[in-house]
């Protein structure tokens, strides 16, 4: 299982928004609905932020968005705020109840 | 409030033998698949295998796979990981994270903090 392709890192201003991409195969990403989304802040777990593509978990602010487009997911943060500076993972499920994990992308926000 | 709290992690000899525990609160343990997901140390995620809600089946990544055990004791709120033929690339942070159902289809909606497992002489 090779690792899904996202940008190493991202940038954007307070109330901005910016878009995180996750590029897989038609084996995973362009197979499955099950694309999920992870925020990890430094030393610290991660955290579902979004699941099924679009699902957000309760408590999950609507500025995260997700969608997916063939073989590609993206992440969409609106409103961008200070503490959404973090690093972000997708995941998706790879057949034979496996997973397999993005490279990760470092949002700064500037 | 969901707690997993992780432990046994901690320097190991390459060829040596590690059991990592999970123990699980705040939810009814028994209903959900439990995953162990790792972190090499500045790295990205990689999820290492998988156990559904009632023992079975169990699941793993591919470089894992017999060497790697999971288990999980439902009487306990308890979930393990036997890590024997460590070698240097399982260096990680080893987390145990909660499935949102009961197969391993469901993605993973509570992490742990994590427990550190160097392999090193």
């Known amino acids: 299982q090779s690792a899904l392709t996202q940008p190493r890192s991202v940038s954007g201003s307070p109330g901005q928004s910016v878009t995180i991409s996750c590029t897989g195969t038609?084996?995973?990403?362009?197979?499955?609905?099950?694309i999920s989304w992870y925020q990890q802040h430094p030393g610290k777990a991660p955290k579902l932020m979004v699941y099924?593509?679009?699902q957000r978990p309760s408590g999950v602010p609507d500025r995260f968005s997700g969608s997916k487009s063939g073989n590609t997911a993206s992440l969409t943060i609106s409103g961008l705020q200070a503490d959404d500076e973090a690093d972000y993972y997708c995941?998706?499920?790879?057949?034979?109840?496996?997973?397999?994990f993005g490279g990760g992308t470092k949002l700064t926000v500037l | 409030e969901v707690q997993l709290v992780e432990s046994g992690g901690g320097l190991v000899q390459p060829g040596g033998s590690l059991r990592l525990s999970c123990a699980a609160s705040g939810f009814t343990f028994s209903s959900h698949a439990m995953t162990w997901v790792r972190q090499s140390p500045g790295k990205g995620l990689e999820w290492v295998s998988c156990l559904a809600a009632g023992g079975v089946p169990t699941y793993y990544t591919d470089s894992v796979k017999g060497r790697f055990t999971i288990s999980r004791d439902n009487s306990k709120n308890t979930l393990y990981l036997q890590m024997n033929a460590l070698r240097a690339e399982d260096t990680a942070v080893y987390y145990c994270a909660k499935g949102l159902s009961g197969s391993c289809f469901a993605p993973f909606d509570y992490w742990g903090q994590g427990t550190l497992v160097p392999v090193s002489s």
């Open positions: 038609s084996s995973d990403v362009g197979s499955y609905n099950y």
């Open positions: 099924a593509v679009s």
């Open positions: 995941c998706s499920y790879a057949g034979s109840s496996t997973w397999v």
